[in-house]
């Protein structure tokens, strides 16, 4: 199961609490009709090695990048955030390969299950299901001679704040967590904080945005107590016309409703204790996906609890969900900013986390 978190019309969950609008395996890239090459024309710091590792039934495929000398190297593994992510992350990742790479680190990405070259499908993943994912990719990894398997780190936008909390909970593995855009609420809160923030960002009405509100608090309603797929497309055709209907993540398909069971929350608010180990939290000033105000505060509060006092927190100044540089915070300058991320990010975004990170895993050199 999928959730909404950086590109709310990257794709369609099958979750209708949830937020995401478009068709399965279509990203929200493709659907605006954009082309996003990669425009990075700076010279590699990095070589990349495809890979292939199983988990479960599925193989997932992916690309590791390492930097030069003989290693071992410690490593970044990346956790995707929502949609249809391939292993570049919508394009964001390959200017953090650079910058980790120049100090030592290697990154590992992969396509989620059903995109690109992995087998499965990302449509139908749990929380659970993302972090037996993750936990498929260390176990990749620490039979690597060229990977020090006792300095590796995670790296996690939006969505991937529901998967590290419980990935923690399963592995001993993990040494400290780069954190960015990620919330405290639940799938079903956060949701509504988007709309009510992100809507009158990119100019909807405040009348627009409390019909999108009440829209969404009834299809989550109908969801929750898993009425007939049939009454939720009746209350779609209602308002299928309205100004703010895709911006509230349009129609949710029949198959929405495919494999599910369960009334209960399927994001519900992140259980904090599992995070002993040193964390960088990053987030952007002008953030209308998440509060932004909330995540800081729980994680000071949830951390000092569990005597973590290894924790930085860095909220940069004019930066968005991305988090990219913008006047706004609302999806049409984030989908500006996609064309060329590399270029989008705010000044030292990329330099505190390559310091922050060959602080905390201390590159080992051949």
Same mark, same amino acid.
């Given at each position: 199961?999928?959730?909404?978190?950086?590109?709310?019309?990257?794709?369609?969950?099958?979750?209708?609490?949830?937020?995401?609008?478009?068709?399965?395996?279509?990203?929200?890239?493709?659907?605006?009709?954009?082309?996003?090459?990669?425009r990075?024309?700076?010279?590699?710091?990095?070589?990349?090695?495809?890979?292939?590792?199983?988990?479960?039934?599925?193989?997932?495929?992916?690309?590791?990048?390492?930097?030069?000398?003989?290693?071992?190297?410690?490593?970044?593994?990346?956790?995707?955030?929502?949609?249809?992510?391939g292993?570049?992350?919508?394009?964001?990742?390959?200017?953090?390969?650079?910058?980790?790479?120049?100090?030592?680190?290697?990154?590992?990405?992969?396509?989620?299950?059903g995109?690109?070259?992995?087998?499965?499908?990302w449509?139908?993943?749990?929380?659970?299901?993302?972090?037996?994912?993750?936990?498929?990719?260390?176990?990749?990894?620490?039979?690597?001679?060229?990977?020090?398997?006792?300095?590796?780190?995670?790296?996690?936008?939006?969505?991937?704040?529901?998967?590290?909390?419980?990935?923690?909970?399963?592995?001993?593995?993990?040494?400290?967590?780069?954190?960015?855009?990620?919330?405290?609420?639940?799938?079903?809160?956060q949701?509504?904080?988007?709309?009510?923030?992100?809507?009158?960002?990119d100019?909807?009405?405040?009348?627009?945005?409390?019909?999108?509100?009440?829209?969404?608090?009834v299809?989550?309603?109908?969801?929750?107590?898993?009425?007939?797929?049939?009454?939720?497309?009746?209350?779609?055709?209602l308002?299928?016309?309205?100004?703010?209907?895709?911006?509230?993540?349009?129609?949710?398909?029949?198959? $929405?409703?495919? @494999?599910?069971?369960?009334?209960?929350?399927?994001?519900? %608010?992140?259980?904090?204790? =599992? #995070?002993?180990? &040193?964390?960088?939290?990053?987030?952007?000033?002008?953030?209308?996906?998440?509060?932004?105000?909330?995540?800081?505060?729980?994680?000071?509060?949830?951390?000092?609890?569990?005597?973590?006092?290894?924790?930085?927190?860095?909220?940069?100044?004019? $930066?968005?969900? @991305?988090?990219?540089?913008?006047?706004?915070?609302?999806? %049409?300058e984030?989908?500006? =900013? #996609?064309?060329? &991320?590399?270029?989008?990010?705010?000044?030292?975004?990329?330099?505190?986390?390559?310091?922050?990170?060959?602080?905390?895993?201390?590159?080992?050199?051949?």
């Open positions: 199961m999928d959730h909404p978190a950086i590109f709310p019309d990257a794709s369609r969950t099958r979750e209708p609490s949830l937020s995401l609008a478009a068709n399965q395996r279509r990203s929200w890239l493709h659907i605006n009709g954009m082309s996003f090459e990669n990075n024309a700076e010279q590699k710091s990095y070589r990349e090695e495809p890979v292939r590792f199983p988990h479960g039934e599925t193989e997932l495929a992916g690309v590791l990048c390492l930097p030069s000398g003989a290693g071992p190297h410690p490593v970044i593994v990346y956790i995707h955030d929502s949609g249809p992510a292993r570049d992350g919508y394009h964001g990742f390959p200017p953090l390969w650079q910058a980790f790479a120049r100090r030592g680190c290697a990154s590992l990405s992969w396509d989620k299950p995109v690109g070259e992995s087998t499965g499908d449509m139908g993943q749990t929380p659970q299901d993302r972090v037996r994912e993750c936990l498929a990719a260390l176990t990749f990894l620490a039979q690597r001679p060229d990977i020090a398997a006792s300095r590796i780190g995670v790296y996690g936008r939006s969505q991937a704040g529901w998967v590290i909390p419980h990935l923690m909970e399963m592995t001993d593995l993990v040494t400290c967590i780069v954190a960015v855009s990620i919330s405290v609420a639940s799938g079903s809160e949701d509504l904080y988007r709309i009510a923030h992100q809507l009158p960002a100019g909807y009405s405040p009348d627009e945005v409390e019909k999108a509100l009440a829209f969404t608090r299809r989550a309603d109908l969801a929750r107590y898993r009425a007939p797929y049939e009454r939720i497309a009746d209350l779609q055709k308002v299928e016309q309205e100004s703010w209907f895709e911006a509230a993540d349009g129609a949710y398909p029949a198959q $929405a409703y495919a @494999g599910e069971s369960s009334a209960t929350e399927r994001y519900p %608010r992140p259980v904090f204790s =599992a #995070l002993a180990c &040193p964390i960088l939290l990053i987030f952007g000033e002008h953030d209308t996906l998440i509060d932004v105000g909330e995540s800081v505060e729980t994680y000071r509060t949830e951390m000092q609890k569990i005597g973590n006092a290894d924790v930085t927190i860095k909220i940069f100044p004019g $930066a968005d969900h @991305g988090p990219f540089l913008s006047q706004t915070g609302g999806m %049409r984030m989908r500006q =900013a #996609l064309r060329q &991320p590399e270029k989008s990010f705010p000044p030292g975004y990329l330099e505190l986390m390559g310091d922050w990170l060959q602080q905390h895993l201390a590159p080992a050199r051949g």
